[in-house]
């Protein structure tokens, strides 16, 4: 049962952009709470990239700050994330992440989209 689905990554030239979303199921969850990206390059640990709160307060890795922007749209239970001005260290399969609660459940937990491969080449 698929619970996150990620779209929007590919292939795009050093200054290109891309926009990737995010959406979680309505049918399994029923309370989104913190929602973010974050990137795992070839041979390198999975790092932080945006978060953002059911407020819509942000935070960013020092690498992408000014460059991409994530936001959220609670009535379509999506997470975005605008990437722009890529480079090719931005080179990464990208996940999406929410921390959520689940019809019938009372606690919260962490689910991860299945990553979508973001290339910046040229």
């Known amino acids: 049962q698929v619970q996150l689905v990620e779209s929007g990554g590919g292939l795009v030239q050093p200054g290109g952009s891309l926009r990737l979303s995010c959406a979680a199921s309505?049918?399994?969850?029923?309370?989104?709470?913190?929602m973010g990206w974050y990137r795992q390059a070839p041979g390198k640990e999975r790092e932080l990239v945006a978060t953002?709160?059911?407020?819509?307060?942000?935070n960013y890795a020092d690498s992408v700050k000014g460059r991409f922007a994530i936001s959220r749209d609670g009535a379509k239970n999506t997470v975005y994330l605008q990437m722009n001005s890529l480079k090719p260290e931005d080179t990464a399969v990208y996940y999406c992440?929410?921390?959520?609660?689940?019809?019938?459940?009372?606690?919260?937990?962490?689910?991860w989209g299945q990553g979508t491969q973001v290339t910046v080449s040229s």
């Open positions: 992440t929410i921390n959520a609660r689940t019809w019938g459940e009372q606690g919260r937990q962490d689910y």
């Open positions: 953002i709160t059911p407020g819509s307060s942000t």
């Open positions: 309505r049918s399994i969850f029923s309370s989104i709470y913190g």
